[in-house]
């Protein structure tokens, strides 16, 4: 005999079959839909009609059948309410809002040209209701409010191991975000979120174990097992740039000091002032501070050998990191973003050389398929999953 409580279970469960096999074949007919799952045809019309009064899901379109009877097909409505996302970070915000297909709807960057925190919390807020506005979205209609944030969140909602230097360094924006739109706020490390992101929508969404590592100005990684995000007991799990090495000079430094742009620009320069012959000295006209990714990829395509042996040997320092990483979490795949991917294929062949030459088991590594807008997807999926994930629980 079936309890109150079993039955509302098997009622929230048997929605929740519909809309997960809807989210993943839809549109389909209800006679397509008992094909997918094992539940009767009159439980498949009555939970169907529930939702279709929920406005959970939503007719799509009709098709002729034998008989002269229009078969209705049903999906998902995903336009039930959507998620704004925010991508922090100390040269910009990006900012956006998605439904719940993750179809993103209107997105911004945003320059940092302030380091008041007031003048760019102020900016961002104008530009999102700005975005509401145009999309015709009623503040209403947002569920969450997803961010994506250097640093890792702590359990009082603070930040910690966020730069100094960053505008929102230690500020109060959770708070005064959910303050100013009365939202659910969720915020997670942007690094977490970016191989989130991978997994879900990019060249990441065929592995259940894999690593995006970020190279930019600084370096980071993220980490999918299982399906799942790895954080850690208290959440720092993927802070690599706190590993530590020995450098050149005999010195213990952090790989964060080591494994990122700036420092390649700086050594390029002092090579040239040393005298080396290279490309880089006409691309800039002799001004060594404006050397910066894309001079540098403009000098691999012209072939300069000193660019080349220059980014092998930091290629080479990628793939040790890599090996590590993989001998650790043997993991499927890793993940190449940040700034890093504009210099192109030769960085990305010399790290599989690399590599498959030094560790004794196969990985995939590829570079990411998204721009700058990484952490921004990540906070859309981040919502999604959550909204979904909650929506038949009691």
């Not at 959507?82 to 439904?99: A, F, N, R």
């Not at 299982?226 to 430094?253: Q, Y």
């Not at 002032?273 to 001004?287: A, C, F, P």
């Not at 910066?292 to 050998?305: F, G, P, S, W, Y």
Request: one cysteine or more.
């Amino acid at each position: 005999m079936q309890t109150v409580g079993n039955q509302a279970y098997a009622k929230q469960r048997n929605k929740k079959l519909i809309v997960d096999i809807l989210r993943k074949e839809g549109p389909l007919s209800r006679a397509d839909i008992k094909k997918f799952i094992n539940l009767s045809s009159p439980s498949i019309s009555t939970n169907v009609e529930r939702l279709l009064n929920d406005n959970i899901l939503k007719t799509f379109g009709r098709a002729s059948s034998m008989g002269g009877r229009k078969t209705i097909f049903y999906n998902v409505n995903y336009n039930y309410g959507y998620i704004i996302g925010i991508d922090l970070s100390l040269d910009y915000i990006y900012v956006g809002i998605s439904d719940l297909k993750g179809t993103i709807l209107d997105k911004k960057r945003i320059e940092i040209t302030s380091k008041k925190y007031k003048t760019n919390f102020n900016n961002m807020i104008n530009v999102l209701y700005s975005l509401l506005d145009e999309n015709d979205i009623s503040s209403e209609k947002i569920l969450y409010i997803c961010v994506s944030s250097p640093g890792v969140l702590k359990e009082n909602g603070e930040l910690k191991y966020v730069d100094s230097e960053d505008w929102f360094y230690e500020s109060s924006i959770f708070k005064d975000l959910e303050k100013t739109f009365n939202k659910k706020i969720f915020v997670e490390n942007d690094v977490n979120l970016a191989v989130f992101a991978e997994f879900k929508r990019g060249v990441g969404n065929s592995f259940s174990y894999l690593s995006y590592i970020k190279i930019d100005k600084g370096l980071g990684a993220g980490i999918i097992f299982n399906g799942e995000i790895l954080k850690g007991k208290k959440g720092e799990a993927g802070e690599v740039g706190f590993s530590l090495l020995r450098n050149k000079n005999g010195d213990i430094i952090s790989l964060e000091k080591e494994l990122h742009l700036e420092r390649i620009y700086k050594e390029i320069s002092e090579d040239i002032n040393d005298g080396q012959k290279t490309i880089i000295s006409e691309l800039v006209n002799g001004h060594l501070e404006n050397i910066d990714i894309d001079i540098i990829a403009k000098a691999i395509t012209l072939n300069d050998e000193y660019i080349k042996i220059k980014i092998k040997y930091f290629a080479e320092e990628l793939g040790i990191f890599i090996s590590n990483i993989m001998s650790i979490l043997s993991l499927e795949s890793i993940i190449i973003g940040g700034s890093i991917k504009k210099i192109g294929k030769y960085f990305l062949d010399e790290v599989r050389q690399f590599v498959s030459e030094n560790l004794p088991f196969e990985v995939t590594i590829l570079y990411s398929n998204f721009d700058d807008e990484t952490g921004l997807i990540g906070a859309f999926e981040m919502g999604i999953d959550y909204f979904f994930n909650n929506l038949f629980k009691e």
